[in-house]
């Protein structure tokens, strides 16, 4: 099994920055992509940010130019430096990673953080 432990969360006022950061731990083989999505009340989770292993990244618009998605993948942990952040921002932030156990790729996901942008 896999786990997936996020911290970094919390109360911001606007225009002000967080660093979220999930680390991965457990049978791992390999991680392919990681990422972050976000579920705010009454919407569907969306995709902010994801990193694959070799580096290339993936941001949703809204969080062009105010986030940075990084990964150290020794540690198997990916980061999120988020800037500027705004109102809109605020949501439970959930960790992903696609992790290959023997011959197959999984999906997993971390229980989620708090981010509370204030006006």
């Known amino acids: 099994q896999v786990q997936l432990v996020e911290s970094g969360g919390g109360l911001v006022q606007a225009g002000g920055s967080l660093r979220l950061s999930c680390a991965a731990s457990?049978?791992?083989?390999?991680?392919?992509?990681m990422g972050w999505y976000r579920q705010a009340p009454g919407k569907q989770r969306e995709l902010v940010a994801a990193?694959?292993?070799?580096?290339?990244?993936n941001y949703t618009d809204s969080v062009k130019g105010r986030s940075t998605i990084t990964r150290d993948n020794a540690k198997n942990t990916v980061y999120l430096q988020m800037n500027r952040l705004k109102p809109d921002d605020t949501a439970v932030y959930y960790c992903?990673?696609?992790?290959?156990?023997?011959?197959?790729?999984?999906?997993?996901w971390g229980h989620g953080t708090q981010v509370t942008v204030s006006s």
């Open positions: 990193i694959t292993s070799g580096g290339i990244t």
């Open positions: 992903h990673a696609a992790v290959l156990i023997t011959t197959l790729v999984y999906d997993f």
């Open positions: 457990g049978y791992i083989l390999k991680i392919n992509t």
